[in-house]
């Protein structure tokens, strides 16, 4: 635990003004260093000594240092406040300043080994290969810079499509207002599902129960109360104060918004950890892909500088040749492709109805090849109807839908469509004005919630659940007016009848209840005790006419679908039959229960539906699919579904979810479907397709660059390419690849999950990267001999002629390397036959069209000359032409050899 709020401040509460809170503007993700870590600390203190004085404040001295009241904020104060502290978000999603951004793109690895080949360049006076790379550091910096705000204020207003909101009284009227704009001294309204905005101090509380996991690793929720606890030392202790991030898992309450944004407990941990979660198998994929570059780089610039050296006795030329190998072998443009890809893929996705609020969360949902969701709204259309309210005997009776109203009507946590469903009979003849004496909330261990009323000269408590639940604190049953004792045997009849609503695919609960003396005010779980089984209510959801259409694209995309539900096995097997949902075994939560991970991680391949789970089960079942190699997304729009969403690959929730099913997710839904989370499962694999285009290309170009380098500069009597060229070549190159996040993506790539494959990617850049060096050789010897460039070695060429005849060489060579780079991204982008069966996205056919046609005109041009390069003969060009197709045909054939062998 971090030492944050231990200690007391003296002096009166009155001292803690809201002005400790403030926030500077543009604050950094991240503070470095001893200085920066001490103020933290002080920060972190400060702010845990004013939580507690608070919390034992007298509530006349808490609103007068809090400027606030009972009726909360007036919203002019509210708007004011949000200009002095700042919006209530945490570090990690704080936004950089321009020159922020621009410094921290700066800091990123490869653009480090850039500027200081740049500043090298400059140093030893080669003015123009030194404005080169500065061009290239201008296109991966400002470039990518523009490109991602561009992307990122799209994304952030898809984000808002979906942000989490919050009841607020705000000048004594009930508001709803985004998280964001929580500041201190707002009263803020809770129920069970919401998440908690700000730290808080509770006013109000009924039955309210918080989980404090996310911070405490405490999987039990704690129940909170207005009491204050004097002289506690720890913010933990405090039995009336909340905390940002943790979730009310049942009851009501209001509390007082005292510590926002980076000053509360979340927001302190949020400064000192606030790297971007944990690394997606594709992150590290990336980073592995990005040092493997970079030692290939520092190897072979040693290599060439030392082999040019000794061979050339110019080492001032040797260096600046390696500098300029050592740029042509920097993936620079790596990290702008992958945002613009992810940002591009999330506004796409946005069309068809999913919202992504966690980029990185696109590099798994196209990897993901298991789903598991509740069946409730994705199988089915989330439309409950109230079919029948039953006695115990299977007759209609009027007594158990009245009581079934009462127990909706009255209770205060989150209504959920069952509930809905049985309000929706608004005429029954019911009691609404019963003064409400308790409540017990619903949990998911009971599995059942009651309400407790005062009815004539009595308390009725009143109690709705699972069937099994409610069965176990049941000792009588009623039919009419007349009460018997509920045996075992006669369980096992009644049961019958319920298990016959179940097996015709209604959801069953039953109702049940006890009256208790006028002088009982106070009610827990354990006076659920005792009660007298009433009957009945059957609900029903019918199922989606386009689930089976659905799965089967599901499946056809090689993800299978898997049900967890909190629901019985027999309303589950129907809807399962109904949508065309083949079901082999079921596991219910007991077994579960009963199986070690081993017994359990066998079990789960095989099994389609998981039945009466709880939200821990769920978690487990989801841990364990992830361990046996599966890239898990888990579907949940309520409390019980986070910790699963949390355990998930992909997190995925629904714009109607609970706020903490919401905040736990990555990716949103617009509708709840399976049709549309297959259409973001698809979008999704484009991405990932696009972004591993560029890095195949680049690792087999880099691959094959290294032989032609290496070989050129042991046998040629000059540099195979002039520096300032290299510089050149690598520049054009990266100009053509900016259309790949827009580029195409064949329709075979998308039918089945793609997984970053590092061991793939390097058998692909051996077998396809030497290709080109063939033909680097042909371009070499067609120089040297045909067209006369070893002539460099005759005693008899002028200095004249040798500089002619080593820019005749450096210029084919150039011409050649530019042309076959560009083309061979047309080849390897697609399995198919390219330009005739796949054709590239507009954009990337402009960049390469537009390259291609620099690299043809630059020899020829006015500025030509200042590169080193000269005219071509005629001829040239129809050698050129030839070794095109021949490079083309060859490499296509072993490309088509390769996915054979090693797959796509």
């Given at each position: 635990m ?20 403030r ?43 809090l ?72 296109l ?15 994304i ?10 919050v009841?607020?009284?705000?000048g004594?009227?009930?508001?709803e ?26 006013l ?38 909340c905390f ?7 009851g ?21 950890l606030?790297?971007a ?86 590099q ?13 709204g994705?199988?089915?259309?989330d ?60 949990d ?46 006669i ?26 003396p ?59 039959k ?6 082999s ?54 409390i ?13 929730s ?53 032989f032609?380098?290496?070989g ?37 790539i ?25 033909f ?129």
């Amino acid at each position: 635990m971090t030492s944050w709020g231990k200690g007391r401040s003296e002096g009166s509460a009155a001292t803690g003004a809201v002005g400790s809170n403030r926030r500077p503007s543009g604050e950094p993700r991240r503070r470095k260093g001893a200085a920066g870590g001490k103020a933290g600390a002080a920060r972190a203190e400060e702010a845990g000594r004013r939580l507690i004085r608070l919390c034992e404040a007298k509530e006349q001295e808490l609103f007068a240092a809090l400027g606030s009241s009972p009726a909360g904020l007036t919203v002019e104060t509210a708007a004011d406040r949000i200009d002095t502290h700042g919006p209530n978000v945490l570090a990690g999603e704080q936004r950089y300043s321009f020159l922020k951004d621009i410094g921290h793109r700066l800091r990123n690895p490869l653009v480090i080994q850039l500027l200081v080949i740049c500043l090298l360049s400059f140093l030893l006076a080669d003015v123009r290969s030194g404005s080169v790379v500065a061009g290239m550091i201008f296109l991966s910096v400002v470039l990518s810079y523009i490109q991602e705000s561009r992307s990122g204020r799209a994304i952030e207003k898809l984000r808002r499509l979906v942000q989490t909101s919050v009841l607020v009284l705000r000048g004594g009227r009930e508001e709803e207002v985004g998280i964001a704009t929580i500041v201190p001294g707002d009263v803020v309204i809770l129920s069970a599902g919401d998440i908690i905005p700000a730290d808080l101090r509770i006013l109000q509380a009924k039955d309210f129960f918080v989980s404090q996991s996310v911070l405490t690793g405490e999987s039990m929720p704690v129940e909170k109360s207005p009491r204050a606890a004097l002289g506690s030392k720890e913010v933990f202790e405090l039995p009336n104060a909340c905390f940002q991030g943790s979730n009310v898992v049942s009851g009501s309450a209001r509390g007082i918004a005292i510590n926002t944004g980076l000053s509360t407990y979340l927001g302190v941990l949020s400064k000192t950890l606030s790297s971007a979660g944990g690394e997606t198998s594709f992150d590290r994929g990336v980073r592995s892909f990005v040092w493997l570059m970079v030692r290939f780089m520092l190897v072979m610039v040693t290599t060439v500088f030392l082999i040019v050296g000794l061979t050339k006795h110019n080492w001032f030329e040797a260096l600046l040749f390696g500098l300029s190998v050592a740029v042509g072998l920097t993936p620079e443009m790596l990290p702008m492709i992958i945002t613009v890809c992810l940002s591009k893929g999330a506004i796409v996705m946005s069309r068809k109805k999913v919202i992504v609020k966690q980029l990185q969360a696109i590099q798994n949902f196209g990897a993901m090849n298991v789903i598991c969701s509740d069946k409730t709204g994705t199988l089915t259309q989330d439309r409950v109807v109230l079919e029948r309210h039953v006695d115990v005997v299977n007759r209609e009776s009027e007594d158990v839908l009245r009581y079934a109203y009462m127990n909706s009507y009255y209770q205060t946590g989150l209504r959920n469509l069952l509930d809905n469903a049985i309000l929706s009979n608004e005429d029954l003849d019911v009691e609404r004005t019963c003064r409400k004496v308790d409540e017990i909330p619903f949990d998911f261990q009971r599995k059942r919630m009651s309400v407790i009323i005062e009815y004539e000269d009595a308390h009725i408590l009143i109690c709705k659940g699972a069937v099994e639940d409610v069965y176990g604190v049941c000792d009588r049953y009623q039919i009419d007016e007349e009460i018997y004792p509920l045996t075992e045997v006669i369980k096992g009849d009644l049961a019958e009848d319920y298990r016959e609503l179940s097996a015709d695919g209604y959801r069953v609960l039953a109702i049940a209840y006890r009256e208790y003396p006028l002088a009982k005010e106070q009610f827990a779980a354990d006076d659920e005790t005792s009660l007298i089984l009433l009957g009945y209510i059957a609900l029903f959801d019918p199922p989606k006419d386009s689930a089976l259409k659905a799965i089967e694209a599901l499946r056809a995309s090689g993800v299978k679908v898997k049900i967890l539900t909190g629901d019985n096995e027999l309303v589950t097997l129907k809807v399962c039959k109904d949508v065309g949902l083949a079901v082999s075994r079921v596991l219910l939560g007991k077994q579960i229960v009963a199986m070690s991970d081993p017994e359990l991680k066998e079990a789960v391949e095989e099994t389609e539906v998981f039945a009466r789970l709880t939200p821990s089960q769920k978690e487990r079942i989801v841990t364990v699919l992830r361990r046996r190699g599966n890239v898990v997304g888990f579907m949940g729009d309520g409390i019980n579904d986070a910790p699963a969403m949390r355990a998930a690959d992909v997190g995925i929730s629904v714009d109607t979810a609970t706020d903490i099913a919401k905040e736990s997710a990555g990716i949103i839904l617009l509708e709840k479907s399976l049709m549309v989370l297959e259409d973001g499962i698809i979008e999704g694999r484009k991405v990932f397709a696009n972004i591993t285009k560029y890095i195949r290309m680049g690792a087999s170009s880099n691959f094959g660059n290294m032989f032609s380098v290496l070989g050129g500069s042991l046998f040629l009597p000059f540099l195979p390419m002039a520096p300032i060229q290299v510089l050149l070549n690598n520049f054009l190159y990266d100009l053509s690849q900016l259309g790949i996040p827009t580029d195409r993506v064949d329709e075979e790539i998308l039918t089945r999950p793609r997984r970053w494959d590092i061991k793939h990617l390097r058998r692909f850049m051996i077998y396809i990267g030497p290709l080109s060096s063939i033909f680097d050789y042909c371009t070499f010897f067609l120089m040297l001999f045909f067209f006369k460039c070893n002539q460099f070695v005759s005693a008899a060429a002028s200095p004249a002629a040798k500089h002619y005849l080593e820019s005749l060489f450096h210029t084919g060579w150039f011409v050649e390397s530019i042309l076959t780079q560009t083309l061979i991204v047309h080849i390897i982008r697609t399995s198919r036959i390219p330009f005739i069966q796949s054709g590239p996205g507009r954009a990337l056919a402009f960049s390469s069209l537009l390259v291609a046609a620099a690299g043809i005109f630059l020899p020829y041009s006015a500025i030509g000359p200042a590169f080193g390069l000269v005219p071509l003969p005629l001829t040239y060009w129809f050698w050129i032409a030839a070794f095109l197709l021949a490079y083309s045909a060859l490499t296509h054939t072993v490309k088509l050899w390769f996915f054979k062998r090693f797959g796509s």
